[in-house]
């Protein structure tokens, strides 16, 4: 069975802090990784996507990839209240299909 | 910004009646996806559809379960008969050719009674 595995949560960080969310993955097969924000009652929305390993910066948020380690993370810099959702990570395979961990709720406190 | 859309956002349905989900993918894509959500669950993966066809479908997706593009623009679900376990936010997403991510609609709650 391949799974992706989240802490659940919920993170607490202060506003302004950076925020560490973690996923590991045990298929080494898979190709692309995604980060995915879900507010509560909505749809996933895209925030990045990796597929090599290293780091990948898009504004405040920055992906990291260790193949090796079967590891993603998502560092959210200058977190701000409304960064406060659940953060899905996401691993694809060659089929297209999603697998998506169970999500770690945050919550950034003004 | 271009968007999936799905309808309706709320369904409620008794047990044994079918339902059929309706999605309207952006235009020019050509991958389309369910996936459902129980509360307070992971989001699972139901099925992929390309080319007119089922290009993959997990456990979930059994004979109760079916996928149609009727016609050009709508992308459908149908559950035959429903059981109280169908209960959950069901989510049509769709992805361009050669596009790595893809678009979730803002998903149809289901509840069945």
């Known amino acids: 069975q391949k799974e992706v595995e989240q802490n659940s949560g919920p993170l607490s960080v202060p506003e302004g802090a950076i925020a560490s969310l973690n996923c590991t993955y045990s298929d080494r097969g898979s190709q692309s990784f995604f980060w995915y924000r879900q507010y509560s009652g909505k749809s996933p929305e895209l925030i990045m996507f990796?597929?090599?390993?290293g780091d990948k910066e898009d504004g405040r948020f920055t992906a990291q990839l260790n193949k090796a380690s079967q590891y993603v993370s998502l560092l959210i810099r200058d977190s701000q209240p409304s960064d406060s959702a659940t953060y899905l990570c996401a691993v694809n395979n060659q089929g297209g299909k999603l697998i998506f961990g169970q999500g770690t709720e945050l919550s950034v406190k003004p | 910004e271009p968007e999936v859309t799905q309808t309706p956002s709320h369904q409620v349905t008794q047990m044994g009646q079918e339902v059929i989900l309706r999605c309207v993918p952006i235009?020019?894509?050509?991958?389309f996806y369910w996936y459902r959500q129980i509360l307070g669950q992971k989001v699972e993966f139901l099925v992929s559809?390309?080319?007119?066809?089922?290009?993959?479908k997990s456990e979930i997706f059994d004979d109760q379960f079916s996928v149609e593009r009727p016609d050009g623009s709508n992308f459908t679900l149908k559950i035959r008969s429903t059981k109280l376990e169908d209960s959950a936010m069901y989510f049509c997403a769709s992805r361009g050719q050669g596009v790595i991510g893809y678009t979730f609609g803002s998903g149809t709650r289901l509840t069945v009674v």
């Open positions: 235009s020019n894509h050509l991958y």
């Open positions: 990796i597929y090599s390993n």
């Open positions: 559809f390309y080319n007119n066809e089922i290009s993959e």
